[in-house]
């Protein structure tokens, strides 16, 4: 052991300090029959952290909600939930006494708004000319504006309507925009009751948990091929958790909206990635043998994540080109530690 | 009473014959049946007991299990020790028993205490007493090799068709299986669908145990008949388990949509490699006090069959069969054994000139062997090594009664024609019957101390004191009653003189002991130089326990780093292992084993490794000798630095462990309590220890550098999520281990279902980090990483805690190269003493062979004065003078001489068997100067001078003493030049025995005279 303890004391006399926090060395010649094997460092700019739990969900405030204005006795939907759907796709039909009655209100409501509205442009023109009485103007005014609004409420709903369908018991209900369309079915439908969600293309995103105490946030999220980059990073009121949310997803990238998916998180950060066989523990500390001409160097490394077979490390050395050993590691820990001296 | 058993004998001839005719045949008999071993049974009646805690580190082992244990066997009556080994989830606990306890009664006790302690220990433990075998069972080593196979389905043919053929087998304890993958279905659960769904771990474990059951309902009756009525749930197939429900709350959910089913394996701790590559190996573990031999022949048979039902391209490797070395050893002493009756028959016939009277004597060696046979069997006591080297030991001294009787008879019927032989040999057998009598008893009060050896040395000397004693009470009934009888048959009478051989000796002889009579002084100066020359040597004698048997095989210990990972440990052996191939022609095969079996019985950790190298026969050896081999081997495996490593061979690595718990020549344990400082002890030990001349194979057992990952739960937490640490160990092993469930039966297999990760599809922790980021799925569904709702840390402790007698201990081990093991302790003590400072409540005990040696000579020393009194009373009744008792005693010392000289020259250490060979030569020379001072005393009323009286009573003594002396010595010839395994034993005792039977000889023949002479003359005076 003394040996190396002497080695240690050479080099930190004769080499700059490197700001290792602990070095040891063990000559290439003791170790003898060893078989040495060893592995060139590469650098990597990313690496894949442990998977999250991830969920496939829109981003909050960016869903059009398409709402009963009736009871509804009967929603049939002419498109299954999770689809995507273009805007003016018919996807429900309604039906019911209700709906009869609405349309009814509607055609009433519109006739009231024409008439008032008619009326309110012949009086019009007479209060300009200083022909009508002001206290009547005001009534017609008031009249009018009171119809125009009931209509348009009616004419907003009606705007999304299959318009051949207006005549009957039934209405066919068109989609207001593109996107998924998303609803559950319902025994009764009250009005102010949701008929479907409608997400946005680009509202559809990954979101996943992410530990608080995580000292880096990953750059994007992967699950199967499909990468896409974090946009945003919620922190919401979990005691543990932020959010994270991916951009939209891509065309290429398939998944349904909740599917539930193991998604791992990238990190970019330039770091090494090494062959988990170099790695040894002395003192609690993890170690890889960086070889030099006549050494092998022990060289602290900090495990950031794993693979089946490679470690991502990052270490206050450059290690990139490096040979490091990969085989008979343990016999070296063993020297190290005074073992068949 | 004497004199009516040889008239009997010489009346009832046909009867005699007869019956000595079925006496041969029954001991013929008896010797194939005997139980054949290489050794005697050397173990101590030991119990075992075997538990395994998964998860707990030693000190919590120790805490919590091996002290409850230890305090509730303490009570238990006639215990001599009680040791303990505990490691990493794991404890061996063992009780010896003082000599003789019963074993059922032992196992009963403990089984008793176990019992009651049991419910008190942590629920995870496992386990009980171990088989009924002994530390020398492991008698039959296989692996099971095949290109196709992979090592999953060896396993499954070693663990489920050959193991429980060969457990049926009458003296097969258990068959302890290593290396390969033990099979099992595996359910790997993505805990991400488990939380949506919101079910639980706990809950997914009720499940399948649930399912997997038959259940048992009643019967119902059906008209006249009854149907039993049974519920069926048990999986009958993977596909079972795979569509097993987990779920019906959102559409039917079956266990594969939330988890991956599959086949995989238990965590392995322990492998095998075979020749640089990876196998599986069965070992069979004998029943204590089963016969050795025939169990092998019978699982040698059973595998035989069983090979023919193996798929295509597998067989069945033997790498150890105790047989080999049962049938060598054994061969080793019958080949000696042989050779001697040879040599003995041919002295007989030199010496007695006539090949009748040669003949008659000789029939008393098939005679009495084969009523030492009877008696062995008769007593238990097995054929091997040691009572089988009894017998050739015995040998020489066998023919000693029926040459003295046989030699009398001769002499009768050949100078007087006159009488009717019957009466002459009537009158011949019992002028000699007394002395005869007398001289037997004194060999047998000789031997007597053998048997008062305890330990290992006890049990290895005590069956060859007793076949000695056998063997020569037999002869010495047959000499009395058979041989008369043969002598009526086969003598002549008819007036012979002496061989002229002899007669020409005896000219010789009194020429020279006039000479000597002249000289009287200077050779007394002579021999007294000689003596003190010879006193000067015993002190520069080497001393050692025994010279070890060479069992044939090697077996190299390795001990690694003791962090280091299963998969690195196998590699580094496979290095090791390539190497040795490679450059040693003559290793056969080498079969390596890392870690622990599956029984326990040798709970090894990770960075143990028992590398077991099997020898070509030495006519293929390129190297001189095993020595030299063993050099070779030596410096290869010290290429491979980082490594601690010792050597030693099957038996011996055993027999070590169950006297000391570990393998080498000399043990330094040091007890305390601290194991830091326990462990600083033994590392600064172990620096003086190879300091010291001869030390090698220097060792300290690794005790310090575990690291345990240590996981505790936040209180606060554990109780807001509704999780406990039982719950968190049960969800984390099934990530880093496996937890079973349940159990999937298909006729006679049966496959544990367990939790598990599987390969390839889920990740399982590389690091700390990796921990801290574990997913962990709460009672709620809800999944947290696991540093949220635990604290993690690492911790430092011993990887392994010995105790002996409730104390703790570290140990340092050594082998003792070209010096004795005594002085080598005598100096490592003093080296100890000057260079460490024992703390507080820190003590040293030295141990291994050096224990056994100390209490061996300490026994030794207590004992063979008492015989030596006993001999003296003998000798002083038989005389009637306690001078002349003392004359004969004065024999010994020059005899002791003789077998110094011998042990010196011959380079052997003064050993155990040594010390049987002395105490064999202080019989001869007794017996030679009873012969001879017997006849003086006879001779006493003649009223001739009285020099001529001793030089022809001397004359008259030369052909029996020589005839005695030369029966000895060529009896034990073989045994010193024999070469097989076994030989090295005996050889000693040899040595001893015909080194001191050239001086005890000169003295009988030369120096005794003058003494008694000059005794005489005293008393005239």
Known sequence: MNKYIFIYLLIHMFIPKTGLAQELVVKISDLKNLEQTTHKVKGISFYEGRPLSGRVSEMPGQSYSV?????????????????????????????????????????????????????????????????????????TVQLYSKSKLDYEEYQHFFDNIEPSSINADSLIILAPIDGYLLYQHQERTMAGDLLTKIIPHDA?????????????????????????????????????????????????????????????????????????????????????????????????????????????????????????????????????????D | MLERLINFSLTQRTFLLIMSVFILIAGAYSWMTLPIDAFPDISPTQVKIILKAPGMTPEEIEAQITLAVETELLGIPNQEILRSMTKYAITDITLDFTEGTDIYWARQQVAERLANVLPSLPDSVEGGIAPM??????????????????LTERRQILEWEIRPLLRSIDGVADVNILGGFAKTFQISPNPVALSAIGLSFSDLIVKVKSSNANGTIGRADIGNDTLIVRAEGRFNSIDDLKEMVVSNEVGTLRLRDVAKVSEGHLTRYGAVTRNGNETAQAIVIALKNANTANVIEQVRQKLASIEKTLPEHAHINVFYDRKVLIDKTVGTIKEALFLAVILVIIILTVFLGDLRAAITVS???????????????????TANLMSLGGLVIAIGMLVDASVVVVENAVTMTQRNTSLPKLHLIYRACKDVAVPVVSG???????????????????????????????????????SLTLIPALCSLLLKQEMKNEPSSMRWLKAKYEKMLMHVFVHSKSLMALALCILTLSLLLFAFLGKTFMPSLDEGDIIVQLEKSPSISLESSTKLDIQIQEALLAKIPEIRQIVARVGSDEIGLDPMSLNETDIFMELKEESEWEYENKASLIAAIRSIVASYPGLNFG???????????????????????????DIQVLAELASK?????????????????????????????????????????????????AYLDSVQVSTFIEGKVKTPIVLSRAKNISWKPASINDVNQMPILLPD?????????????????????????????????????????????????????????LPLGYLISFGGEYESQQRATENLLMVVPISLLLITIILFSTFGSLLKAVLVLCNIPFAVMGGVIALFFSGEFLSVPASVGFIALLGIAVLNGVVMIAHFEQSHMHTRQLRDRIIDGAKQRLRPVLMTALTAMFGLAPLAFATGPGAEVQKPLAIVVIGGLFTSTFTTLFLLPIFYSWLEQKNAD
């Open chain 1, 67 to 139: 709402v009963s204005p009736i009871e509804i006795h009967q929603a049939q939907y002419l498109i299954n939930s999770g689809i995507q759907v273009e805007k003016g796709t018919p996807f429900a039909v309604i039906k019911g006494p209700e709906v009869h009655h609405y349309i009814e209100q509607f055609q009433q409501a519109k006739l009231i708004y024409e008439q008032s509205k008619s009326l309110y442009e012949n009086q019009q023109a007479l209060f300009k000319k200083g022909l009508l009485n002001q206290d009547i103007w005001l009534q």
């Open chain 1, 204 to 340: 559809l995103r990954i979101s996943a948990s992410f530990a608080l105490n995580n000292r880096v946030t990953p750059t994007a999220l992967r699950f199967e091929t499909c990468e896409i980059a974090i946009a945003t990073n919620f922190n919401t009121d979990s005691r543990f958790f932020s959010t994270l949310w991916t951009e939209p997803l891509p065309d290429h990238c398939v998944a349904h909206y909740g599917q539930q998916l193991n998604v791992q998180p990238i990190y970019n950060q330039p770091l090494f990635s090494i062959p988990k066989n170099a790695v040894f523990d002395m003192d609690g500390q993890y170690y890889v043998l960086v070889k030099s001409e006549e050494f092998y160097e022990a060289v602290e490394v900090e495990l950031l994540s794993s693979s089946s077979t490679h470690y991502t490390v990052s270490t206050t050395r450059n290690l990139g080109d490096f040979e490091i050993l990969t085989s008979s590691v343990s016999a070296v820990q063993g020297i190290m530690m005074g073992i068949g």
């Open chain 2, 133 to 150: 075998s002994t530390p020398l069972s492991e008698m039959f080593m296989f692996s099971l090799e095949s290109d196709e196979l992979s």
């Open chain 2, 363 to 381: 029939m008393i060696l098939p005679f009495s062997a084969a009523s030492t046979f009877l008696l062995m069997e008769q007593f238990d006591i």
């Open chain 2, 440 to 478: 037997t008893v004194i060999v047998i009060i000789v031997f007597s101390p053998l048997l008062t050896l305890s330990g290992l040395e006890g049990k290895l000397f005590a069956p060859v004191a007793i076949t000695i004693v056998f063997a020569m009470i037999s002869s010495l009934i047959l």
């Open chain 2, 647 to 673: 050597f030693t061979q099957p038996i011996q690595m055993r027999v070590s462990e169950m006297l000391t718990g570990n393998t080498s020549a000399v043990s330094i344990k040091v007890f305390g309590n």
């Open chain 2, 685 to 733: 030990i172990k620096r003086v220890v190879e300091d010291v001349k001869g030390s090698q194979d220097v060792n300290t057992s690794i005790i310090e550098g575990g690291r345990f990952l240590t996981i505790r739960l936040h209180p606060e937490m554990a109780s807001q999520i509704g999780m406990n640490t039982s719950d968190l160990s049960a969800y984390l092993r």
């Open chain 2, 781 to 837: 569904g809800q999944l947290l990483p696991l540093h949220t709702i635990a604290d993690i840390s690492i911790k430092q402790g011993p990887i392994q805690i010995e105790r002996e007698n409730s104390n703790r201990f570290s140990v340092v081990t050594s082998n003792v190269a070209e010096r004795d093991v005594v002085s080598f302790v005598e100096d490592l003590q003093e080296a100890i003493d000057k260079e460490i400072d």
